[in-house]
Every structure is written in structure tokens, then in C-alpha cells.
């Protein structure tokens, strides 16, 4: 599988969304990175890989090579899916201590995004960086 | 025909006087929870800085005081939906609860293996699980009255699914997915021949008309507060006096008993067998501003004032396109619920959210009609009387802008 996120780094994705000042270039920027995410086969698409969230649905799918983790995910929504590739950019080729570690609220928080990692927000979001920590911590 | 000024309405709300994402507040997710008019806030604050205390057991002027706003709030509920007596509205947390208690209580002693249960296929979860659970329990079964592709109860179809094994026939007046009404009167008619008893679930009506029960003849009515304008946490069920005299309680504890001993406990008359522990009285004066704020308005007017911001809304999002609508069902309330051509229900409500537009979007409680209809969700927005023609336009600007986005 090819990844998202070994060539864009989390803190080209900061650079490029403070370079903005209105909602509207942030939010298309975002679905733009959402479509840069390589597509999930439908056959990964299985129960075990869906990650419950409220209304859209969220999949994700990892492999543990060479030490480091790798991820895809895809989403039926467009922003959802723009907001998994920031967050597939942030862990992407890191090691199971990096992915266990990264603080990703700041990240969030430096991204001014914070209220869409909200659990209330039903996107997801939250639940798939969940799935990742588990996997980073179980794979230490 | 008289003239509704919705502008003085809408300056009784002062949460809809705020920016939000740097814009004014669009409020559109009204089927969710409607806003409260300052005079339910003050008679709550009121209500606390003044007269709080227990209820029916204080020997002191504070729990009179509280008791007869407590009652009072009763007795104005029960004038508001044309009950016969105020002994026969139960207070609740909430629809929810009003529906579990009577699946719970009526249930249980009411439905015996191989028993039916019917409910529109397009009810809010809340009137489908507790009816799943005590069917589970007793051996009964909980069957969907067809629903057409416009969202509207398939008539002909509910009747031949009537028969002696209906017990009971549970079904909203009005969807909360796709704001169509249902035709309630009928299907008491129908299910009364039957021998089935009824509950309305008025949870998405309660705000729109006046209601009389004894007119209406349905055997259980539950509604909350807080679509009415008034709190959350604050409910009503309305039951036939013989039905609720012969249901066993569904909580046990205090001021629900009679009298209580290690050899046995007497339970208190009604309401209060249902009422167990301390209630929410606050939630009851609350409530009773409630009513006072709806009864005060033209209704009649309100109601053509929402009709005509559907009637525009509905024409505008279809000149757009790209937005099919969700349930077009003839008699509806002003709820707009749509699908898009080209992106999830919830990019469009989070693009709708950047421009200060508050609408739901999701399945709404409803799975059953969303698999129907084969989709994941829709875009609601539903309207409330203190909504404006310039809400209409904000939200179709805000569409138009979501499909440049999206599309």
C-alpha cells in the first residue's frame, strides 16, 4: 500500500494552514489534502477496520514495517476524510514510541482544529487517533 | 388574518442574539431543541432565588410555596393538552421516559407471547427500543408500519395489518427525520376498532398546535419541554385514568408510596405512584413559563408563518439543485431534511457551521427510514416560529456556497 503523509510532514501542513486567513482557503486546502489520500480497497473496507463514529464512516487500516507504522484511512465525507490525511501526516513512517508519544492535541491546537477532534463532534476523529495510539503502544 | 411579528418574538431569545464563527447565529436545528424565551429563564432563576424547596413534605411557607408551583404547573399542562384532570399528567424526564414507562409498565402486564406492537417505520429510536425490550421480555413483537418513498404512513397497508394479536399502536405525530404529520386521528380510529390501545409520541408536535386529549381519544401522549421552549430534563406523559390506575409503578423510593413496612408497601394515587424521589421541580415551573410564552402567541399565525418559510426554503433549495429533499410528504412542519449530489450530509453541515448555520445532520434517531431510503443521513433544518425570511436566505446562501465547495 502506498501511504499519505511520508512526503508531507505535519509541519508542512501547519505551515501551509497559518499561511490562510479565512475558513474558506482552510477548509479547501483540507479537502484538497482529503483527496490526496490514496483510496482504501473496498475489500479493506471490513468491519474490523471501520472506526465507529457517529454519522460518517471512517476506515482505517495499518501495517507495522521495518519497525515503523504505516497507515490509510478513507472516509465517505470529504472534510473527514481531509482531516484523517492531517492526522495520517503527523504519524505516518514514525516508530511505535513516536506514534505512542505524539501529543497530537497541540498538534490540533496549533492547526486551530481542536473543536473537530472533540468527541462530541461525531466525526470519528477521535475514536480513529485512539485506534492509532492503541496500535503505536501495542506495537512497542 | 393577523400579522405575526416575528421580530418582536424573536427579541424574547436572547441566545439568538449572538455571533457565531463571526457571523449572527442561524439557528436551524429546532427538532433538536428549541431556544427558551427569557421568561422561561427568569421563572427558573426565579424559581431558585425565591421559592425553592422540596415538594409535598415541608412543614414551612418555602415548601408550600414550591409545592404550589409544582401543582400549578400540573394543572396548567393539563388545561394546555385538554386532559380531564391534572392527576392524570405524569412528569417525566422527557419523551423517552414517557414512552419506557408505559412500555415498561403497561407493557409488562398488558403483552403476552405472540402479541404485536406496531410503530411507523420512520420513529425516532425512542419509540422503537422500549418496545423491543419489553417485547423481548414478554414474548412479543414489535412490527414497522410501511412508510411510503414521500414519508408518509402507508394507510392502506397499517389497516390490513391490523388484528386482534395488536396490542398496542405507537407512532408519531410528526417525524422528526422528515417533519412529515401523520394522520393520528385516523390511526386511533382504526387501531381503537381494532382493540389496540394508542401512544403518541409528540415530541416533534407539541410546539406546533393545540391539542385536546379527550377530543384526540389516544391512550398514552408524551411530549418534553424542551421542544417547547421550555427545559431540558423535563417531560410529560398523559394516560387514560383507567390505564394508569391499573399500570404497577416504574420506579420504587420516596413520595411514590403509601404507606411502606418489611410486610408489604401501599403505593401514593396518581400521578404520584409514577413519581418517585424528588422531582424536577424547577423543570415544572419551567415548563409552565413554557406554556404561558406559547399560549400568549397567535398560534394559528405562528403556524402560516412557518409554513410560508418551508413553502420558500422548499422552492429555493430546489433551484439550486443537487439538494433532493428527504420525506415530501403533503402535511408537514417546517423541516427542511435534504440529501447532496456530491458530498456527505456531514460536509454540509460542517461547511454550514463555518457560516454561523446551525443544522443537524446525521440519521436523527431514525435508522430504520434512513436504510429505507438507502442513504447514510440527511441535512436537516427545521425552523421554529422565531426563524426569519433572512434565516431562509442565509441558509441557501450557505448551501450554494457548500456546493461550490463540494461539488
Request: overall charge negative; glycine content about 8%; hydrophobic content about 45%.
Amino acid at each position: 500500500m502506498t501511504e499519505f503523509g511520508v512526503d508531507v510532514s505535519a509541519e508542512d501542513i501547519v505551515d501551509t494552514l497559518s499561511f490562510f486567513d479565512d475558513w474558506e482557503e482552510r477548509y479547501k486546502y483540507i479537502i484538497d489534502l482529503g483527496k490526496e489520500l490514496p483510496p482504501l480497497a473496498e475489500s479493506a473496507k471490513t468491519e474490523q477496520n471501520l472506526v465507529r463514529g457517529c454519522q460518517s464512516q471512517v476506515w482505517l487500516d495499518s501495517q507495522l514495517r521495518e519497525g515503523k507504522l504505516y497507515f490509510v484511512a478513507d472516509s465517505d465525507a470529504f472534510i473527514v476524510k481531509g482531516l484523517l490525511a492531517i492526522v495520517l501526516a503527523a504519524y505516518n513512517g514514525k516508530s511505535a514510541a513516536q506514534v505512542a508519544d505524539y501529543d497530537i492535541d497541540a498538534y490540533f491546537d496549533e492547526l486551530n482544529l481542536l473543536s473537530h477532534l472533540s468527541s462530541t463532534r461525531g466525526n470519528g476523529l477521535k475514536a480513529m487517533v485512539q485506534r492509532i495510539q492503541n496500535e503505536g503502544r501495542a506495537a512497542l | 388574518m393577523s400579522h405575526f411579528d416575528v421580530a418582536e418574538v424573536r427579541s424574547r431569545f436572547p441566545i439568538l442574539q449572538q455571533e457565531v464563527n463571526g457571523q449572527p447565529l442561524v439557528y436551524l436545528d429546532n427538532a433538536a431543541t428549541t431556544q427558551k424565551p427569557e421568561s422561561v429563564i427568569e421563572a427558573i432563576a426565579n424559581y431558585y432565588r425565591h421559592d425553592n424547596a422540596n415538594v409535598h413534605r415541608g412543614a414551612h411557607a418555602l415548601s408550600d410555596r414550591a409545592t404550589e408551583v409544582f401543582e400549578g404547573a400540573r394543572e396548567k399542562v393539563a388545561q394546555f393538552i385538554g386532559a380531564p384532570s391534572k392527576d392524570q399528567i405524569l412528569w417525566t424526564r422527557g419523551t423517552t421516559e414517557s414512552i419506557n414507562v408505559v412500555a415498561a409498565s403497561w407493557g409488562e402486564q398488558n403483552l403476552t407471547a405472540g402479541d404485536r406492537v406496531l410503530v411507523s417505520a420512520m420513529e425516532h429510536h425512542a419509540n422503537i427500543v422500549p418496545w423491543q425490550m419489553i417485547a423481548q421480555k414478554r414474548g412479543a413483537n414489535v412490527e414497522p408500519i410501511p412508510v411510503d418513498a414521500d414519508g408518509a404512513i402507508d394507510m392502506a397497508a397499517f389497516e390490513s395489518l391490523l388484528d386482534e394479536r395488536v396490542k398496542m399502536v405507537a407512532v408519531g405525530h410528526v417525524s422528526n427525520a422528515l417533519g412529515s404529520v401523520n394522520p393520528v386521528a385516523h390511526i386511533i380510529e382504526l387501531a381503537h376498532k381494532a382493540g389496540a390501545k394508542v401512544l403518541i409520541d409528540a415530541a416533534q408536535s407539541i410546539a406546533h398546535w393545540p391539542v385536546n386529549m379527550v377530543e384526540l381519544g389516544c391512550d398514552f401522549y408524551a411530549f418534553s419541554a424542551h421542544k417547547m421552549f421550555g427545559p431540558t430534563g423535563m417531560g410529560v406523559l398523559y394516560g387514560k385514568r383507567e390505564l394508569l390506575e391499573a399500570m404497577q409503578p416504574y420506579q420504587g423510593g420516596g413520595e411514590m408510596i403509601e404507606s411502606v413496612s418489611f410486610a408489604g408497601t401501599t403505593y401514593n394515587q396518581l400521578p404520584y405512584k409514577f413519581e418517585a424521589g424528588t422531582p424536577n421541580i424547577a423543570g415544572a415551573v419551567g415548563l409552565a413559563a413554557a406554556v404561558d410564552f406559547v399560549q400568549g402567541l397567535d398560534r394559528s399565525a405562528a403556524d402560516r408563518h412557518e409554513a410560508e418559510l418551508l413553502h420558500r426554503a422548499r422552492a429555493e433549495l430546489a433551484a439550486i439543485g443537487g439538494y433532493p429533499l428527504v420525506g415530501k410528504a403533503e402535511s408537514a412542519v417546517a423541516v427542511l431534511s435534504f440529501v447532496s449530489d456530491f458530498a456527505h450530509p456531514q460536509d454540509i453541515g460542517m461547511i454550514l457551521d463555518q457560516q454561523g448555520i446551525a443544522v443537524r445532520t446525521g440519521n436523527h434517531c431514525a435508522q430504520p427510514i434512513m436504510d429505507q431510503f438507502g442513504i447514510p443521513g440527511t441535512v436537516r433544518a427545521s425552523f421554529s416560529l422565531y426563524n426569519t425570511h433572512d434565516d431562509v436566505d442565509r441558509l441557501i446562501a450557505g448551501l450554494k456556497k457548500a456546493k461550490m465547495f463540494l461539488a
